[in-house]
């Protein structure tokens, strides 16, 4: 089995910057894939960030292009989601994902983390 759990989520003001963790145990060595999610109050969960165990293949939802950023340093097993110039918008907790097989980065994840809470207050 794998486990993930995520930190860093927190309040900022508009316009900052926070960097989210995601710690993989158990068998985490076979994940080929890991991302983010959100999920809104009242909304969907959406796709942010994917990215493959390489590091060299990497999605992003548009919303976010140019101010998030998905990196993995597989000797920790760990994803981390940079996200700058923040946004009221994009107040959501925020979940990790992750997957063995190798596919599309966007969806069909089999791993979830149990979320962190990311408030950008205006």
């Known amino acids: 089995q794998v486990q993930l759990v995520e930190s860093g989520g927190q309040l900022v003001q508009a316009g900052g910057s926070l960097r989210l963790s995601c710690a993989a145990s158990?068998?985490?060595?076979?994940?080929?894939?890991m991302g983010w999610f959100r999920q809104a109050p009242g909304k969907e969960r959406d796709f942010v960030a994917g990215?493959?165990?390489?590091?060299?293949?990497?999605a992003y939802a548009d919303s976010v292009k140019g101010r998030f950023t998905i990196s993995r340093d597989n000797t920790k097993n760990t994803v981390y989601l940079q996200m700058n110039s923040l946004q009221p918008e994009d107040t959501a907790v925020y979940y990790c994902?992750?997957?063995?097989?190798?596919?599309?980065?966007?969806?069909?994840?089999?791993?979830w983390g149990r979320g962190t809470q990311v408030t950008v207050s205006s």
């Open positions: 994902a992750a997957k063995i097989p190798l596919g599309p980065l966007t969806n069909s994840y089999d791993y």
């Open positions: 158990g068998r985490a060595s076979i994940l080929n894939v």
């Open positions: 990215i493959r165990r390489s590091g060299g293949s990497t």
